[in-house]
């Protein structure tokens, strides 16, 4: 690890404002790079960075993330119907909601540690969902998911004297927040979200939830009191999924229950580790990988298979075909957990660690004395 | 982190990149905007996208409804052996694609959930140019990527999907649906049920929560206690559930004697074998045998209930035993091809397929505004249901609904249901306005 300095962090920033915003481009051969998968790519990057802020730096795993989405869509969404069509009431209402909603987890969450923290918050998230699927109906409308309607009141368009034809659709004054607009709007928010969670690594702040991770009861021993910091930590990084899920319903307003449920959690971490848990860019890069499995891998068929594979001579095309077939389509999953396995059996850091051998590969070869220093550095 | 290193230099240096950046969007945008409307086929085909439940518990039904779209591309593309394009009345297609262009296709996983299948639809709209959408197996889904369709600007046709919200509360102008809905069951299956359990029946409903069971319990309900039944209660289960036996044991204690399963695919399959493993079937409540009634199944179910499907009634929208024409040649090329018989989710995949390419032909275009016009108030015969109507105020069809049966000793696995009764289609109508709702304009923008 080499250490950062401002200048190699605005380099760092810099490079990564440059290839989120360049991403039409870039992903475009290798067919992405259509508005709503670059959203999410966008958004669910928001969303792995802030878990990334509580597992990442403190060490806690929280297996109920899902929940704040859930909730900050929701809250979303209600924007809409209530006040405005306007993103920034949504957003900011969706993060606040969320944040609240992490208090609350979070406060009695972190009265535990380890596994115990991952089982009550997966409780809670477990707990929201079902709350949101049945009891919650009339808030949540059930299975169906929260969805506009021509009648909702929008008190503050309705006052200011803005009517749409049909259902109107979210807009930032007048800019709709579907396709490239809408791209560029979590890009935006992605890069800043980024900015901040680089800012956290680097402060003070950091370097305490850091030190909980290494240790925690070394720190209690030492008369400090970790409690405040996990749960700033925790809050913090519920804001960041209630952005995420904000963002989710202002670029396609609909909320549903279904983005709490367990699996949905289990995803950032899986997003997270697959990416490098601990680094800035690697959950990015993870939920970036995770999104476009879920949504290329699963739109492959067998006639595409078979055309891709056409050039090779028949009796070869249909083994191909065959052995290939399971892995794409509904067999995304497989082929996810293949990759998963490898990455975590290989890399245990993640891409990022992949990343970083590569371009150790490349670098000079630190002097003996260098490696030597590095190999003896005392534990924690 | 200071910024005290950003000079003149690096800020215009770094300005002009994010510029750069910025503007690379209007590169895409231009070229959309230069169609008169969302995804017109500019080359020698038409892409139409098909977003099916593959995983979650209506993925058998999905992957049957993929198997039909596959087939009815094939059939309009004038491969295979034509299918019901021989059987389809008046029709315009003559099996060279829809207005002279090859049919390809797109699929998709819902995976039963709303969000994960307007992420797929989105998809087929954006990427691949799809200008129709089909698909559903579960009215959540159909209604959710109803509604993205509608803002999208392009067609969809609703696959399986049988609650009233679809063409009613929640109806698009963009959207069609060729299947039947609740009410409609509820109409047709209240005599039958009515004849062969009596008049003063107490009933418990075991209801799926979300849209499609909340509009089946609430119409089963009017039309059984217009018969003189009593509604116990009404408790919800949610989608997917695996173990219904915590909703099954209070049920032999409620007073009630018949039981009303509103569960689809795999959850009724689940709560009915449950049902009749718990022994409820053997059951004697109020002086009278406990009953069950399932009021929309299908073949697929009916396969996958095995024993526990005998002697239960149900309605369905279709049946491959059906004597027309259309039926008999679609089951034909389903089964040269599959080796199955066709189940009712893909003869409405099929027929809605069928349906579009018609109207496009008709309308001489793939204009959303001409292809709905030429769907609204469409009358069409030879697509297996008899003469149907595509009534024009809610996008509703309208034909006859078979009540079915289970049977007590079917020949093969497949000919698992009898039908008991075709109720005709003026019985099952009923006034546009009933369910609310609003059409609103037709969208053909990006």
């Known amino acids: 690890m080499h250490a950062s300095t401002p200048s190699r962090d605005l380099v760092y920033l810099a490079v990564f404002t440059l290839v989120v915003l360049t991403m039409p481009i870039w992903l475009e051969p290798i067919g992405a790079a259509y508005p709503n998968l670059m959203q999410r790519f966008a958004i ?21 993330h899902a929940a704040f989405l859930g909730v900050g869509s929701y809250a979303a969404v209600w924007s809409f119907k209530l006040l405005s069509m306007n993103v920034i009431p949504a957003v900011l209402f969706a993060v606040l909601v969320a944040g609240a909603f992490a208090a609350i987890i979070g406060y009695v969450s972190l009265k535990r540690s380890g596994i115990y923290f991952s089982i009550l918050t997966l409780a809670f998230a477990q707990m929201s969902y079902n709350l949101a699927y049945s009891v919650f109906t009339p808030i949540t409308n059930g299975e169906t998911g929260l969805q506009l309607a021509l009648q909702d009141p929008r008190v503050i368009d309705r006052a200011l004297g803005i009517e749409a034809r049909g259902i109107p659709s979210p807009g930032l004054f007048g800019v709709e927040m579907s396709g490239y607009s809408g791209f560029y709007l979590c890009a935006v928010l992605l890069i800043l979200c980024f900015f901040l969670a680089m800012r956290i690594d680097r402060s003070p702040f950091g370097m305490v939830l850091k030190a909980i991770k290494s240790n925690q009861t070394r720190m209690g021993y030492t008369g400090f009191n970790t409690r405040p910091y996990t749960l700033t930590a925790f809050i913090i990084s519920g804001m960041y999924a209630g952005l995420a899920g904000g963002l989710l319903a202002a670029t396609d307003p609909l909320a549903g229950a279904e983005r709490m449920q367990w699996t949905a959690s289990g995803e950032v971490v899986l997003m997270t580790i697959l990416g490098g848990a601990g680094t800035l860019v690697g959950p990015v ?96 | 982190m200071k910024f005290d ?12 990149i994010v510029g750069a950046g910025l503007a690379t969007p209007t590169i895409f945008t231009s070229a959309s905007r230069a169609q008169d409307f969302c995804n017109a086929p500019t080359g020698s085909t038409v892409t139409l996208g098909f977003n099916v439940p593959q995983t979650g518990p209506y993925a058998e039904e999905g992957a049957d409804q993929l198997k039909a779209y596959q087939l009815a591309v094939k059939h309009l593309n004038g491969e295979g052996d034509g299918g019901m394009l021989n059987t389809f009345k008046g029709t315009a297609l003559k099996g060279n694609g829809i207005l002279g262009k090859k049919v390809e296709y797109v699929s998709g996983d819902t995976q039963t959930k709303s969000d994960a299948a307007r ?12 200008i129709m959408i089909s698909g559903g197996s579960s009215s959540g889904v159909a209604v959710a990527v109803q509604s993205l369709c509608q ?46 359990y009596g008049k ?20 089963i309900k009017n039309a059984t206690e217009a018969l003189g039944w009593e509604t116990v209660t009404a408790v919800r289960t949610p989608l997917g559930s695996a173990d219904y036996s915590q909703y099954l044991t209070p049920v032999l204690n409620s007073g009630a004697d018949v039981l009303i399963l509103n569960h689809y695919g795999n959850d009724m399959v689940n709560s009915l074998r449950q049902a009749v493993q718990f022994g409820l079937r053997d059951q004697q409540a109020n002086g009278k045998n406990f009953e069950i009634v399932v009021p929309l199944f299908s073949e697929l179910m009916a396969q996958g209930a095995g024993e526990a499907i005998k002697g239960i009634y149900g309605t369905a929208n279709w049946d491959w035993k059906l004597e027309d024409e259309g039926t008999k040649a679609f ?61 024009a105020d809610d996008h509703q069809c309208f034909k006859p609904v078979l009540v079915v049966q289970g049977k007590e000793d079917p020949a093969d696995k497949f000919d698992l249901l009898q039908v008991v009764r075709e109720v005709p289609a003026e019985e099952v109508t009923y006034d546009a306005s009933m369910f609310g709702g609003e059409l609103g304009p037709v969208n053909s923008a990006c």
């Open chain 1, 44 to 64: 669910y990057g928001i969303f792995a960075i802030g878990f990334n802020i509580l597992f990442g730096m403190t060490g806690y795993l929280s297996f109920g």
């Open chain 1, 285 to 380: 890069i993870g939920a970036g990988v995770i999104k476009y499995f879920e949504n290329i891998f699963s739109a492959f068929h067998e006639a595409k298979l078979h055309a891709a594979f056409a050039f090779l001579p028949d009796g070869l095309e249909n083994v191909l075909v065959t052995i290939t077939a399971p892995f794409v389509g509904e067999g995304w999953h497989l082929t996810l957990g293949v990759v998963f396995m490898l990455i975590v059996i290989f890399l245990p850091g993640g891409l990022m660690e992949g990343a970083q051998r590569i371009y150790g590969m490349f670098r000079r070869r630190p002097s003996a004395g260098q490696r030597a220093a590095d190999k003896f550095q005392p534990a924690e």
């Open chain 2, 119 to 130: 992420a797929s639809a989105t998809r087929m709209i954006e990427r691949d140019g799809a």
């Open chain 2, 5 to 16: 290193r950003i000079n003149r230099r690096i800020f215009l240096k770094s300005s002009a």
């Open chain 2, 331 to 391: 089951t034909k090329s389903f089964g040269e091809e599959y080796g199955t018989p066709p189940s009712q989710a893909a003869h409405t995949g099929y027929v809605q397929a069928l349906l579009y390419a018609h109207a496009c032909e008709t309308a001489g275009t793939f204009n959303p505004k001409g292809v709905v016009e030429a769907l609204e108030g469409l009358e069409f015969d030879g697509l297996g249901n008899g003469p149907t109507l595509y009534r």
């Open chain 2, 151 to 196: 803002d999208a600007g392009v067609i969809f046709m609703a696959g399986l999907t049988h609650s009233n919200d679809t063409t009613g509360k929640d109806k698009k102008r963009n959207g069609f649906r060729h299947f039947f809905n609740a009410y409609m069951s509820g109409v047709a299956i209240a005599p039958v049920i009515g004849e062969a």
């Open chain 2, 200 to 219: 003063d029946r107490r009933a418990y409903h075991l209801t799926a929560d979300y849209t499609w069971g909340w509009t089946q319990e609430e119409s």
